[in-house]
């Protein structure tokens, strides 16, 4: 049971390193199923964002992030969660967690893209200038 768990995290960990490149793979996989470009892009979005939210607290905790990048994403999602929530109910007078959530996760996505970014640029300078 040990080893298939080191298997799982060791796919996990790998698929992370690029998750753009899930990204593509997944977008032209899901064009090709569904024939539907709209389908394809929020299915991509959707599977990049599970790899990303790895990524991105495992680059936070490198750069020795005194919060816990796990834990940071955990309350913005959070945070994203409770503000849509609040419009949604502001403007229909009702709440649909399941729009909500969605909503977050696709948030997220954009958010994670440009902190990867972002957190990418900071360690390649901070690897070049230690050297």
Avoid: C, E
């Amino acid at each position: 049971m040990r080893f298939l768990w080191d298997l799982l995290l060791n796919a996990y960990a790998l698929m992370s390193l690029v998750p753009f490149v899930i990204f593509i793979l997944v977008w032209f996989a899901a064009r090709w199923r569904f024939r539907d470009k709209k389908r394809a892009t929020a299915l991509a979005m959707d599977v990049t964002t599970f790899f990303l939210v790895g990524v991105v607290a495992g680059m936070l905790d490198t750069m020795n992030f005194r919060f816990g990048g796990i834990w940071l994403l955990i309350l913005l999602f959070l945070l994203t969660i409770g503000l849509i929530g609040n419009a949604q109910y502001r403007l229909k007078r009702q709440l649909d967690f399941r729009r909500q959530l969605r909503a977050a996760w696709r948030l997220g996505f954009l958010g994670l893209s440009a902190m990867y970014v972002v957190l990418l640029v900071i360690g390649i300078v901070r690897y070049f200038h230690s050297l």
